[in-house]
């Protein structure tokens, strides 16, 4: 009876081990993301890069992709924009220096240089980490869902209309979906695998910005303003805006 006594409370005592180490993993799995830190990353980084995707209002109300640039920010005021044509293939190449006001573009097909006049700062005084930063400090504790993101699966926040994407193994920032004259895009936004087509006239419905990377290393030749060996230099025209009479 002693013997048989010592093997139950044996066996409860296991049970109760193995209870105790599911109920730790349970607790573990569920424990919450602290995403003040991953805000505070993106804020100390100081480079970026991202796949630029603007969707536009096609043919049947159909969400078409307008253009794709691949963008990377060497700082704030410094940053370079590689776009690409409809086969995938880079098309052009921008390179802007808002501190040493200079901005060189280059046409990869007609292998032509242009020295553009000063550039004006589109990101802002905050830069786009600060500016990506600032959706998270205003996001919701919980998320709304998840989406497919081509490498896997992000968890969603919305900051009203907008969507911040984080991977949900690693938890940082993958992407962001911006509406602009569609309040619903970031809904109805689907497919993230469309080529890239010829920027046309249309209803602009928003942008995303994928393939989050912040704290990148870049090569040092990367954002170098040369003109390369056989391209002409082309000089720059202002538009030219006709003036119309009063009647």
Request: glycine share 6%.
């Amino acid at each position: 009876m002693a013997v048989y006594r010592f093997f139950c409370a044996t066996f409860l005592l296991m049970v109760s081990l193995l209870l105790d180490v599911s109920y730790a993993q349970e607790d573990e799995g569920k424990k919450d993301v602290d995403y003040t830190k991953i805000r505070q990353a993106i804020e100390d980084a100081t480079t970026l890069k991202y796949t630029l995707m603007s969707f536009q209002e096609g043919d049947d109300d159909a969400m078409d992709v307008g253009f794709v640039d691949r963008v990377e920010h060497q700082a704030p005021n410094f940053w370079r924009h590689t776009a690409l044509d409809d086969s995938g293939k880079v098309k052009s190449i921008h390179i802007v220096d808002t501190t040493g006001k200079k901005q060189l573009y280059l046409d990869m097909k007609s292998k032509t240089a242009t020295w553009l006049p000063h550039p004006i700062h589109v990101y802002g005084d905050i830069g786009m980490l600060d500016w990506m930063a600032s959706f998270i400090k205003k996001m919701p504790k919980n998320a709304t869902g998840q989406r497919a993101t081509g490498d896997g699966k992000a968890d969603v926040f919305k900051v009203k209309t907008v969507e911040l994407w984080f991977d949900a193994e690693t938890k940082s920032l993958v992407g962001l979906s911006l509406p602009e004259k569609d309040p619903e895009f970031s809904t109805e936004l689907s497919d993230l695998s469309k080529a890239p087509t010829t920027p046309r006239p249309g209803k602009s419905l928003g942008r995303v910005y994928k393939d989050i990377e912040y704290g990148v290393e870049f090569d040092e030749d990367r954002f170098e303003m040369n003109v390369p060996e056989g391209f002409d230099v082309m000089e720059w025209k202002p538009p030219v805006i006709e003036s119309r009479s009063k009647t």
